[in-house]
């Protein structure tokens, strides 16, 4: 073996932290750090043979590494203990040709990639099981950590709850009152979290929690910390691995704190850098226009960033107005000749539910990714010919009071255009019969 990785500034600064060490920022110049790996003990691995390990482990139950983060521990975080590790078999999630929704919309190749079909309902598990396991390494080492903490806008929260349950380590999660959804809401509480819900949204939660962690007996769990990145990054190994091997044209992921952006970026690097991979895809950062500061700062040419006020936007889990990876994922985007698009809460809504229409059920971010798709294919940015993979983010089943509320027309501001409502009848086959009719004409029968 012999693999090992580091804390490092992003910035340059020379300095190291171990991975165990509790430290989020550097001490030199206070930018954030990332998770730097001996890239040369890695190199001495072939690219054929790492191929061949992780198709070999996929699937299969020697611990841990039937997980989809896990599989690829070597390139994750190998300085962890198997005993140590906290996963719950997460990733290893569908990508699948959703041939007729892109036929419709005049893309021959469109795929999703759904990381909502995971344990707690979104990607954000990939992550939580590595820094949870470091958590659990940390503890086993003697390190004095009495809880872990985060601020989220639902999806972060529960994942980070689910697993310190797993582990048997306290969970604090911080919410902005009312603003996450009842679902998010009742996951931690399931999970036993001390559940905070605050008078402020995610920007004030996040500027709290930060404070509460100083204290170090706390670890912080939000996506400031680089090791959830590692674990994030399995998103874009795996996309490759499920195409063998092959990498596609365009790679479209709603973005809020930015750090998953960080993360597909790394994986594709870490590909790169390993000859696994010999091109590199586009990456499209799809925002909510009610929270969009990297759109602004992309249309600025990146020349500079400012935060804004994130306003109320469907798509909960985006609703950041000042997102810590923005640095991060900058640098991505002028790597991997980056686009970002905005999509407006109508845009959004009628999006996820046309991708319903064609057996999808999208949570409303995955609703901004398809809308950013529609808009970029209809500009050219995006040709019909390309292989288009979106991120689907969180599970649907999350969001059930924004389908509902869709389908009933009850959104403010938004054209339901896709609205089904169901029909209330008497039991009476005659005209039960009728309205089945009806329907049957107007769609056309099979379709
Ligand atoms: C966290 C989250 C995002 C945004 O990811 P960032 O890393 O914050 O950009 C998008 N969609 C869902 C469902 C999420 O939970
Ligand atoms: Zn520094």
Same mark, same amino acid.
């Given at each position: 073996m012999g693999y090992s990785a580091?804390?490092?500034?992003?910035?340059?600064?020379?300095?190291?932290?171990?991975?165990?060490?509790?430290?989020?920022?550097?001490?030199?110049?206070?930018?954030?750090?990332?998770?730097?790996h001996d890239?040369e003990a890695m190199k001495k691995t072939?690219?054929?043979e790492w191929?061949?390990t992780?198709?070999?482990?996929?699937?299969?139950?020697?611990?841990?590494y039937?997980?989809?983060?896990?599989?690829k521990k070597e390139w994750v975080c190998p300085n962890i203990d198997n005993?140590?590790?906290?996963?719950?078999?997460?990733?290893?999630?569908?990508?699948?040709?959703?041939?007729?929704?892109?036929?419709?919309?005049?893309?021959?190749?469109?795929?999703?990639?759904?990381?909502?079909?995971?344990?707690?309902?979104?990607?954000?598990?990939?992550?939580?099981?590595?820094?949870?396991?470091?958590?659990?390494?940390?503890?086993?080492?003697?390190?004095?950590?009495?809880?872990?903490?985060?601020?989220?806008?639902?999806?972060?929260?529960?994942?980070?709850?689910?697993?310190?349950?797993?582990?048997?380590?306290?969970?604090?999660?911080?919410?902005?009152?009312?603003?996450?959804?009842?679902?998010?809401?009742?996951?931690?509480? &399931? @999970?036993?979290?001390?559940? /905070?819900?605050? *008078?402020?949204?995610?920007?004030?939660?996040? %500027? #709290? !929690? =930060?404070?509460?962690?100083?204290?170090?007996?706390?670890?912080? &769990? @939000?996506?400031?910390?680089? /090791?959830?990145? *590692?674990?994030?990054?399995?998103?874009?190994? %795996? #996309? !490759? =691995?499920?195409?063998?091997?092959?990498?596609?044209?365009?790679?479209?992921?709603?973005?809020?704190? /930015?750090?998953?952006?960080?993360?597909?970026?790394?994986?594709?690097?870490?590909?790169?850098?390993?000859?696994?991979?010999?091109?590199?895809?586009?990456?499209?950062?799809?925002?909510?226009?009610?929270?969009?500061?990297?759109?602004?700062?992309?249309?600025?040419?990146?020349?500079?960033?400012?935060?804004?006020?994130?306003?109320?936007?469907?798509?909960?889990?985006?609703?950041?107005?000042?997102?810590?990876?923005?640095?991060?994922?900058?640098?991505?985007?002028?790597?991997?000749?980056?686009?970002?698009?905005?999509?407006?809460?109508?845009?959004?809504?009628?999006?996820?539910?046309?991708?319903?229409?064609?057996?999808?059920?999208?949570?409303?971010?995955?609703?901004?990714?398809?809308?950013?798709?529609?808009?970029?294919?209809?500009?050219?940015?995006?040709?019909?010919?390309?292989?288009?993979?979106?991120?689907?983010?969180?599970?649907?089943?999350?969001?059930?009071?924004?389908?509902?509320?869709?389908?009933?027309?009850?959104?403010?501001?938004?054209?339901?255009?896709?609205?089904?409502?169901?029909?209330?009848?008497?039991?009476?086959?005659?005209?039960?019969?009728?309205?089945?009719?009806?329907?049957?004409?107007?769609?056309?029968?099979?379709?």
């Amino acid at each position: 073996m012999g693999y090992s990785a580091w804390f490092q500034c992003i910035k340059g600064c020379n300095e190291r932290y171990p991975l165990d060490e509790v430290v989020y920022q550097c001490d030199k110049c206070g930018a954030l750090l990332e998770v730097v790996h001996d890239m040369e003990a890695m190199k001495k691995t072939g690219a054929k043979e790492w191929m061949e390990t992780f198709d070999d482990r996929i699937h299969r139950n020697i611990w841990p590494y039937g997980s989809g983060v896990w599989g690829k521990k070597e390139w994750v975080c190998p300085n962890i203990d198997n005993e140590n590790i906290v996963s719950l078999y997460e990733g290893n999630t569908n990508l699948f040709w959703a041939e007729r929704f892109g036929k419709d919309i005049g893309l021959e190749n469109l795929w999703i990639k759904m990381c909502g079909n995971s344990h707690s309902g979104s990607f954000k598990d990939l992550g939580m099981t590595v820094l949870v396991s470091m958590v659990k390494q940390m503890i086993a080492n003697g390190k004095n950590i009495h809880a872990v903490a985060c601020a989220s806008t639902g999806d972060t929260s529960a994942a980070l709850a689910t697993y310190c349950a797993a582990a048997g380590i306290q969970s604090i999660v911080f919410l902005p009152r009312g603003k996450v959804s009842i679902p998010q809401l009742i996951q931690p509480i &399931a @999970n036993n979290s001390l559940v /905070l819900s605050l *008078e402020t949204d995610f920007d004030g939660c996040m %500027e #709290i !929690v =930060q404070k509460i962690c100083k204290d170090h007996n706390i670890y912080l &769990a @939000n996506s400031m910390n680089s /090791l959830r990145i *590692e674990g994030q990054k399995t998103v874009s190994i %795996e #996309i !490759v =691995q499920q195409f063998d091997w092959e990498v596609p044209d365009v790679i479209i992921i709603p973005g809020g704190n /930015l750090g998953n952006v960080s993360a597909l970026g790394n994986g594709f690097l870490m590909m790169m850098e390993l000859g696994v991979i010999n091109k590199m895809p586009r990456i499209v950062v799809a925002q909510a226009e009610r929270a969009n500061p990297l759109y602004l700062s992309y249309r600025k040419g990146f020349m500079e960033f400012k935060p804004v006020v994130a306003k109320q936007t469907l798509a909960s889990a985006i609703q950041i107005g000042n997102p810590v990876s923005y640095e991060k994922a900058i640098k991505i985007l002028e790597t991997f000749h980056g686009i970002v698009e905005q999509a407006t809460e109508d845009e959004l809504a009628n999006a996820a539910a046309r991708g319903d229409k064609y057996g999808m059920f999208n949570c409303p971010h995955t609703g901004v990714a398809l809308a950013v798709l529609f808009k970029l294919l209809k500009s050219g940015e995006i040709g019909s010919k390309e292989k288009v993979v979106v991120i689907s983010t969180a599970h649907g089943l999350k969001f059930t009071d924004f389908k509902k509320d869709y389908h009933e027309g009850r959104l403010e501001g938004i054209q339901s255009q896709y609205a089904n409502l169901p029909v209330h009848l008497p039991a009476d086959i005659e005209k039960i019969k009728r309205v089945i009719y009806e329907r049957i004409e107007k769609e056309g029968g099979t379709h």
